[in-house]
């Protein structure tokens, strides 16, 4: 897509679980990459169910991924550590602490415009990281001095607290806000003051699972207590959970949201 009068197209995929997430992304850009001018996915969970590897954060590069957020979860594969700094198509949530390696916002170049991308983590049970709601003021405002186009992955676990923010954030000139971290799509996708809304993109990966993970070693620790291994869920049936927005290049507004679940079978899911 391209001209002065073509609304700017994003796609934003849930959480990616392991491989299975992995290759169902693959396979839905593999036939729709051509109708979106810029791709972003929450990436926390790639790798094994749990954190990303560089050999992994290639791969998805490699797939036509132009941004890659994240959450608590980032931190999970101790080789984060000696990439991060390299990956440019990653950011992480930028309310962890002053000196975190990595960088909590990107400007990207989408054909003549610019796209600024923010992920923040949320407070209520999930980390001890900084208050975000002042603190993203200024780091909006500076986004927004560079370009009107400004979009943001909160990754948090309360509903509640997604759905104030995102109030929050839209008076502040946000274009669209994606929620990530529960991995059940939500179906109260709106747009609020010109900002795309979703409280939860949902997730990618293996559609017979409990939020991407092995049902038996789920059901294990939530009827012993004890904090058996997750193992990633693989089967015939992946899913895809994805949002579609559309926006206007020069007002930075969200005129069109939509929601994607596809589903697909595929005949070897090995690990």
């Not at 400007?107 to 208050?131: R, S, W």
Request: aromatic content about 12%.
């Amino acid at each position: 897509m391209s001209g002065d009068d073509k609304k700017i197209k994003v796609i934003f995929f849930g959480d990616l679980v392991g491989k299975p997430g992995r290759h169902a992304v693959r396979d839905f850009l593999t036939v729709n990459k051509e109708n979106y001018d810029f791709v972003m996915a929450n990436v926390e969970n790639a790798s094994h169910g749990f954190g990303l590897t560089e050999k992994n954060y290639n791969e998805l590069v490699s797939y036509g991924i132009d941004c890659m957020t994240s959450g608590n979860h980032i931190w999970d594969k101790r080789d984060i550590f000696s990439f991060i700094e390299s990956a440019d198509k990653l950011i992480r949530p930028i309310n962890y602490p002053a000196g975190t390696k990595g960088v909590g916002s990107r400007i990207f170049d989408c054909g003549q415009h610019k796209i600024a991308v923010l992920n923040v983590l949320g407070k209520v049970f999930i980390n001890a990281v900084d208050f975000q709601w002042d603190f993203v003021i200024e780091e909006i405002k500076r986004l927004k001095e560079i370009t009107p186009i400004v979009l943001l992955d909160f990754h948090a676990e309360a509903t509640a607290e997604k759905i104030c923010f995102a109030r929050y954030c839209s008076e502040l000139g946000v274009s669209a806000f994606f929620g990530t971290h529960t991995h059940v799509q939500t179906s109260d996708e709106v747009i609020i003051n010109h900002m795309g809304y979703i409280t939860d993109a949902g997730f990618c990966g293996a559609s017979e699972s409990v939020i991407g993970m092995e049902y038996k070693t789920s059901l294990a620790r939530f009827v012993t207590g004890i904090p058996e291994r997750y193992e990633v869920a693989f089967g015939e049936k992946l899913q895809v959970n994805a949002v579609e927005v559309e926006i206007e290049p020069f007002t930075g507004h969200t005129v069109v949201i939509k929601r994607i679940l596809y589903a697909r079978n595929e005949e070897t899911n090995e690990d």
